[in-house]
């Protein structure tokens, strides 16, 4: 997906927005009054932290031989993965993080969109971590990617609450949208 | 094709979309033979699970005939005549193999919107707003079905396709509600709601064993159904009051296993029910729990109240002193529908399952929009608007 600088700001605005309302619904929202230091003390997300996914299936269906699926061999030098078994017979629990040192260049008005020479197709390498991930848990259980566009819609309007939601679902199979 | 279009916050309009097409190789192709509208749309119609798109395609419960399928697809054939699961499920990922299919790791690509929103995302549902996939509807000619041989259920020749129809959504998420609710032969069983999935999970109860199955409304038309068609006792809460009624009927027990098939948008005059909806209509996303309250508090000591009504967001008021004061047990879920479709199946060609009746005003497609107004506001003893596209 190709991230401008304008597009950029946009989707982070709309993140900002989403989710400056679900602070402002559960601040607000009377019996919950209590619980609102909580988000009050949100923390900033670690950009290192490991992104994990739980696959049905065991470690060498998941990395034959040690090869990654595909949709992390796109980011093979500029992540770590790792493999374990998950408990109680529910598969393998494949995880990757950014690479320490292996951050994307920053957005500039003069930056060309999906040219970003760190390799990294965008602004937040925790979002492609996240789809990869997701990706590459349905191509070793289902054996496809599901897709969802195009199909059948009516005339798209951009009320304000429709600009919105298409911010959110534009990311939406990545992650930390809201 | 022809589609019905949500297009903003109470407006529908049938549009001219472009027909669907294989996507996956486990798609197919469904020409829509019935799409019934359901409570559960209220919600995204009116805009309380804000989440839809201008233009996206509305409904979730249909049958129809196959008319294309991928090349992955093995146990489903053109021609053949189907009724789809409301929900999108691989079959392949960990909740599927333990049939928890609504909860499908794979069936929405959209999973973000809904972990931001409760932490994890369920699975994906056909026209059921951006947070359970974005998938296009079937108040259309055609729809899309992914994962087609997981999803797609042939439907048997004794089976009519109305009465089919609601093996797709309404009787197994009634199932679903007394099975998991946990009723037992002998139990009393309280359900709240006498509209199709509350009638369903009413005959649920009873093919399972319950001694006695109370139902609660207070639209005569949708208890006199329940009563007549059902076999169920009847409680108009018009009339009496419910908690002194329970107590009477069960010996001053309550209730073994209480079902809410109310939901969100839970109706009832009441100084509790006013503070709801002002509350729901200042700020999206506080649902209005008078059903729920109501079950927690009625259900007997260490009984099972099963939430089957849909709710989006955080409820206030709600009785948490009741559930661990009374040691009761509170489960929910979106229909696990694949885990029960084919026994429903069965029961409908045996004749244990009646559901034509539900139907009650079935028009063609063209007409959808005047069909939610008549559902949505209760008119003319609508219980289910049915759509038939191609009509």
Redesign the interface.
Known sequence: MKVSGFDAGLRSSGAST?RAL?RR??R?????EEFAPDFDMELEPDPFRWQT??I?AGPQQVAPDGRLPAPLTELAGLIETRLEPAPGG??TQLSARTRPGSRPAPVTADSAPGKDPTGWKGVDPARQI?IAL?HA??LI????????E??????????A??LL??L??G???????? | ?K?L?W??VDEL?V?T?????L????DAIVKVGFSSACGSDLHVLSGYL????????LGHEFMGEVVEVGS?VTRRRVGERVVVCSFIS?G???FC?NQLFSLC???N?????S???WGHAPG?CFGYS?AL????GSH?D?I?V??ADQGMFSIPDEVDDLTALFASDAAPTGWMGAELGGVRPGDVVAIWGAGAVGQLAARAAALLGAAEVIVIDGLPERLDQAGRQIGAQLLDYRFTDVTAELQERTGGRGPDVCIEAVGMVAGRPSSLYDYDQF?QQR?P??DRPLALREAIFNCRKGGSVFVLGVFG??V???PMGAIMNKGLTLRSAQQHGHRYIPMLLERMARGELQTRHLATHVMPLAMAPQGYDLFKNRKDGCVRAVFQPGQ
């Not at chain 1, 607000?28 to 919950?32: C, K, N, Y």
């Open positions: 989403a679900r619904l559960f607000r929202s009377g019996t919950a996914v739980t049905l529910r598969g996240r997701q848990r349905q259980e289902v054996g496809e990617v599901l897709a969802v195009p199909q059948p819609a009516g005339k798209r309007r951009r009320p609450r429709g939601v298409d959110m679902t990311d939406a199979d990545q992650e930390g949208v809201v | 094709m589609a279009c297009t903003g309009r549009e979309v472009p027909d669907p097409r996507l996956n190789a486990h804000p989440t839809m798109r201008p233009g996206d395609v992955a691989c392949h990922c960990w193999r790791d794979n069936g690509p959209n999973p973000a919107v972990e931001s929103l994906g951006h996939g974005g998938f296009a259309a055609y899309r992914p994962y509350k700020r996303g506080i967001g955080v206030d008021k709600f």
